[in-house]
């Protein structure tokens, strides 16, 4: 297996877990536990915004998705990306329309898609500024989106068992 093919694994894997973390009333997408920092519309918006910050401006060099008419259409700052929120603010972080934030996610994803489909392992290996130097292409997917990505649906899951409702994908991998 290539290791396009690898990511493009790891990513569907993220992918169909956060798409399926999308099924819930509006009051338990936006539950925050005493004393806890996200929800899971929290976690849905950072991990997609993060994705479009990543392949489309960081590795693709070309705009993000996320304009002012989706912000407009799903209640979401346009700016502002989650990182380094604070608590407070991240609390108040409300999808009011999560039809068109599935919009929103699955445009990312298929704008990711296109990006690997025509990428070549080399392709991973050339090397993109970070915030502390510079990391590949790889890396950047790895680190900042499947890992990380993977992380939120641990919270996510934290989340939904708080609150009663099984967790994303509870069936995957079972036969």
Request: some cysteine; overall charge negative.
């Amino acid at each position: 297996m290539s290791t396009v093919d690898f990511i493009k694994r790891g990513l569907s894997f993220a992918h169909n877990a956060l798409a399926d973390a999308r099924n819930g009333t509006d009051e338990q997408l936006h539950f925050v536990p005493d004393h806890g920092s996200h929800s899971i519309a929290w976690c849905l918006w950072h991990t997609t915004r993060i994705e479009d910050l990543m392949i489309n401006a960081r590795i693709r060099g070309d705009k993000m998705i996320w304009d002012e008419e989706w912000a407009k259409r799903t209640g979401l700052p346009f700016d502002g990306f989650g990182a380094g929120q604070p608590d407070d603010e991240a609390q108040q972080v409300h999808i009011t329309d999560m039809a068109a934030f599935g919009e929103y996610q699955e445009a990312v994803w298929a704008s990711t898609a296109r990006f690997l489909d025509s990428a070549s392992d080399a392709d991973l290996e050339r090397e993109i500024p970070a915030r502390t130097g510079s990391e590949t292409v790889g890396e950047a997917i790895s680190l900042h989106m499947i890992g990380h990505f993977n992380g939120h649906r641990g919270e996510i899951n934290t989340l939904r068992g708080m609150q009663g409702m099984p967790t994303v994908m509870a069936a995957q991998g079972t036969h």
